[in-house]
């Protein structure tokens, strides 16, 4: 299930991430810009369904780590495959 970065302060809600990490980052870009580095009174990172209502599955875009770790997969299942194969 994906993440998202809540401000409740100027009620911004970031786009969703497939990691907590980049929730994370989304909110420490933002308390930068907006807030000068402050953290907002009740600012989170909340842990979203992908079909709910608010959830915006289709502005997901893959963050460094997430194309990392889809690399990584990627990556392990054709090894897999070729040595299934080749032995
Ligand atoms: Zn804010």
Same mark, same amino acid.
């Given at each position: 299930?994906? @993440?998202? @970065?809540?401000? =409740?302060?100027? *009620?911004?809600?970031? /786009?969703? @991430?497939?990691? /907590? @990490?980049?929730?994370? +980052? %989304? *909110?420490?870009?933002?308390?930068?810009?907006? %807030?000068?580095? &402050?953290?907002?009174? *009740? +600012?989170?990172? +909340? %842990?979203?369904?992908?079909?709910? =209502?608010?959830?915006?599955?289709?502005?997901?875009?893959?963050?460094?780590? &997430?194309?990392?770790?889809?690399?990584?997969?990627?990556?392990?299942?054709?090894?897999?495959?070729?040595?299934?194969?080749?032995?």
């Amino acid at each position: 299930m994906p @993440y998202m @970065y809540n401000c =409740p302060r100027c *009620g911004t809600t970031s /786009r969703l @991430y497939m990691g /907590r @990490y980049g929730a994370q +980052e %989304h *909110g420490r870009r933002h308390r930068r810009i907006r %807030h000068g580095g &402050d953290f907002p009174t *009740g +600012e989170r990172i +909340e %842990h979203v369904p992908w079909r709910s =209502p608010s959830s915006r599955a289709f502005s997901w875009r893959p963050t460094k780590g &997430d194309a990392i770790a889809i690399a990584v997969t990627v990556f392990l299942v054709v090894w897999g495959v070729w040595h299934q194969v080749t032995t």
